[in-house]
């Protein structure tokens, strides 16, 4: 039987943070993960992560997991890819497949990072080939390169719902829309937004009646449901799709835990079964620890941190550490985590319906109920301002932790200042040079650059653009709307591309100038 | 078990569903009305439910039914579900052929 | 072939291993080594993996990350296996299961 220090079952962001940080320490790590690739759900996040630079914001996911995978090698980890565990046992025995049969290992310590499995809901048709969850079709376009269909429908507005839509758009899929049972979109605005200008409807307060198809998915019908979530007769709706996706949740895939006898709660602000931990991820049994989704679902820059604290934690427990370096290393780890958990979706609010911003500023009910912000409700924003000239438009109007636009900004007009969650405003004073580097660096591409006095007639107005083929300059074509409709005929006047942008292209298209705050997106000519 | 029931509620009479012959376990192919049945028929827990109809016995272990299931034997005996015990957890946590589980390679 | 993803906006051009030839119910078929066998079954339009036991109901790819188990078929004789997480080899020999066989109901 082989021993070590501290094994860490799972290899995604808070397995792996941990394992750094108990390795950096002297402790003698292993990392068991049952997939082929290790890194966990990080590989399929294509898109700029939110946060701030100590949470690695605007870097995409994959990006921070090849970076963490490099500060695991460096760090000494040994990680073991093709190992389920299949068992935990009484002194932190741990059976391992590896291969064509099992090993047994020891350590003085185990951490659990084994995170979490989709929920899913149950309708007519559900067990057809072509429904499939979210994770499904991330995992098929961004993994292996495969579009999961043609024809999509998705189920569920929070943020894994909303940023795989956007994933299938990319991917060249067509979303006939987002449907949710909530009567408001889950998950934040911008990425609701940035959907909805590609033409995505929204269908808030409706579910999935039937999947149709005898041999796999061919359609699908949807209806609106009243309060009490009953079909509203009359309402339904019918579309040709190929697929279906489900993205209803996450539930903490706790069930070694449970196998070793720590003690768990039913609570449902952290998504079902979970451990009893401390603040640290120490569990009832002493040298058990957990980090990440297993102990309550987040999100994947939580879950590095609480990976940290608890390998940090760990280190202290068997005596590589003492008690003050814990505490105060735990400390700075902490403050990153208490940022995170601000503001409009920190977990507290959960549920919650919050009809004001942080500075008192009442919340776009059109974003909430339709997916994008109405014309007039825009003005109202901190981010919004008019002036001669090329500024930005920042359509950011939800207290989230993110802030890279202000360090992006080489002339320091855009504030958030300490608050990480305020609203971003612009500072007036200062004269914009029409860099794009906000435009590129905002996470939930809701920064546009604004010329009002292009042209005689005309305005400029410069977007974020993910997509291919990439249009070319001098191309006819039209706005679109926050809606996804089209508003005016628009010509592309400049596309620009560079390597500080990280893939998102800056599209600069001319529209009459009564349009300037209307159009948000650009389609080509058919 | 940390919830004992009282076995000798009332729950009504067993009135079937429109949606009773939905499949819930994927994989043990047990439907909703099978399941609620089942409450009526005395199987007030997880264990006893996963004993009587294999729901998440199956190969992958209520990965994807658990949550499922027991909402709806939450709701066929009115109770909120965080009182329901979940079903034991196992080893081994994942499908693995019996070959190679017995084969110890170390 | 029209599933596959040529270049991507992000994740730029897909990177595959070399070509390799399968069977699916005796029909030969192309794929690229090491990706996912259903992943190769997709990019040839399959949907359906296998028919359930009990009611013969088609399934397919749900999870794709190995959990759910929906997707086992019968690959080199041997039933149950997940297709989503088993990698593609050349010459495989790739099933519809029908229950836990690859016999036809």
Redesign the interface.
Known sequence: MKRFDLIIVGAGPSGLSAAIEAANRGMNVVVFDENEKPGGQLFKQIHKFFGSKEHKAKVRGFVIGEQLLKEASEAGVTVVLNATVIGLYQDKEVVVKIGDGVEHYKADSVLIATGASENMVTFEGWTLPGVIGAGAAQTMMNLHGIKPGQKVLMLGSGNVGLVVSFQLLQAGCEVVGLVDAAPRVGGYGVHAAKIARCGVPFYLSHTIVKAEGTDCVTGVTIAQVDKNFQFVEGSEKHFDVDTICLAVGLSPMSQLLKMAGCKMEDNPKRGGQVPICDEFGATSIPGIFVAGDVSGIEEASSAMIGGRIAGITAAQYLGFIDKEEQLTKCEENKKALDGLRQGMFAPKNRGKLVEKTEEGIPVSMNLLEKGFIANDEMERFPGVTHKAGVHPVMECTQNIPCNPCQDACPKHCIKIGEKITSLPAVDESVDCIGCGMCVASCSGQAIFLLDETYEEGFAAVTLPYEFLPLPKEGEKGYGLGRDGKVVCEAEVVQVKTAKAFDHTNLLTIKVPADMAMKARFYKKEA | MENIFDRSVDLGEFVPQP?DD???C??E?VT?GQIRQAVHDGMFTITEIRRYLRTGM???QG??????VKRIVANELKVS??VLE?A?????????EME??A???? | MADRIIEHPILGKTEKGKKVTFTFDGKEMEGYEGEPISVALKAAGVMKHRYTKKEHKPRGIFCAIGRCTDCVMVVDGKPNVRTCVTPLKEGMKVQTQYGVSAEPF
């Open positions: 949606d939905m499949i819930v994927r994989c192919e909703k199956g190969l992958c990965q994807t039914c658990a949550k499922l579900m965080d979940p034991s957890s196992r080893a081994p946590m994942r499908p693995i190679v589980f084969r110890e390679n170390n």
